[in-house]
DNA sequence: CTAGTGATTCCCT
DNA sequence: GGGAATCACTAGC
């Protein structure tokens, strides 16, 4: 069991913030996942902005749906959404309420359930790999749509809560486009809004967004 | 390390 | 109908 820096639990406040504060702020600080099976922590080492239905590339995009409906709720909710039939990404909620705001939880480090979480990740080379990219992490840490909408700020025992951490100095985020977002990484870096802890072995690639050529 | 490609299903148009 | 906030695998440098 590693010690965690703070384990403080993050208020409600924390995310109560413009998406753009809360994004980087959240570089260096731990989520705490608890299952039946046990606890895995994670320090979060990369993360993306996604700023409410003004953002061409949130979900929000065009309006509340059933499937984004968390994001248009209170801060400090999970959002939770299912891609390429087969991965489950993971977001936190971020204030004001109803502005559909969110941080993608992008990549990290696992600090604690290590061997609880390869279980779930058998083909990660190494530890390094088992948290590196916004689909891992999250099957890393069991998490699907079951759990969108869940309170990361509730009181008791949850599933999920975020822990204060060591958050990162200013001089060590990164700053640059968002990962597989069309129009972003080319001339445009319309929105540079995705925040990582410089030089951290745990940072996913970057791979900028292609349109896939139609089967037939 | 990078680049290319198939997998697989839900959701919105 | 067709794209999707991705991954694992392969080939090649």
New binding site residues.
Partial sequence: MIALSDATPLPRTFFDRPVLEVAPDLLGRTLLRTTPEGQIAVRLTEV?A?DGPADP????Y??R????SV?FGPPGHV?V???????H?M?LVCGPEGRAS?V?L?AGEIVEGAELARTR?L??RGDK?LA??????A?ALNVD?SLDGADVCASGDIPMRMLNGAPTPADQVRNGP?????GEGGDGDVHPWRFWIADDPTV????S???????G
């Avoid at 968002?178 to 069309?182: C, I, L, N, P």
């Fill in positions: 993306e996604y590339g949130s979900h929000a065009r309006g749906t059933a499937r984004n994001m959002y959404y299912f891609t390429y039939g087969m991965w990404c977001n969110a993608l992008r990740r083909s990660a790999e590196k990219g916004p689909a891992r992490l099957t749509r968002r990962t597989g977002v069309a996913s690639p970057y791979r967004h292609t349109p896939r050529r139609r089967r």
